[in-house]
């Protein structure tokens, strides 16, 4: 059986799951990992915290951009 995509994602971390979910409003979309579950290495363990306070000045600046979708 043959399945086509419209998005082909390789990595299933945080950035690869994040792309997958903005586009999949767009068309079908395939998410490609190695492990047995997805973000299961460093961005899985720690996309759990949220703090404004980590990073530097631009890390900085991207969280708390990000905090109303975070939340």
């Given at each position: 059986m043959s399945e086509s995509y419209?998005?082909?994602i390789v990595g299933g971390g945080i950035a690869g799951v994040s792309a997958g979910y903005f586009l999949a409003p767009c068309g079908r979309v395939l998410?490609?990992?190695r492990e047995t579950a997805?973000?299961?290495h460093t961005t899985g363990?720690?996309?759990a915290i949220y703090?404004?306070?980590y990073g530097n000045a631009a890390v900085?600046?991207?969280t708390v951009?990000?905090?109303e979708?975070?939340?």
């Open positions: 419209d998005f082909i998410l490609l990992e997805l973000a299961y363990r720690s996309a703090t404004q306070a900085r600046a991207l951009a990000g905090h979708f975070f939340t």
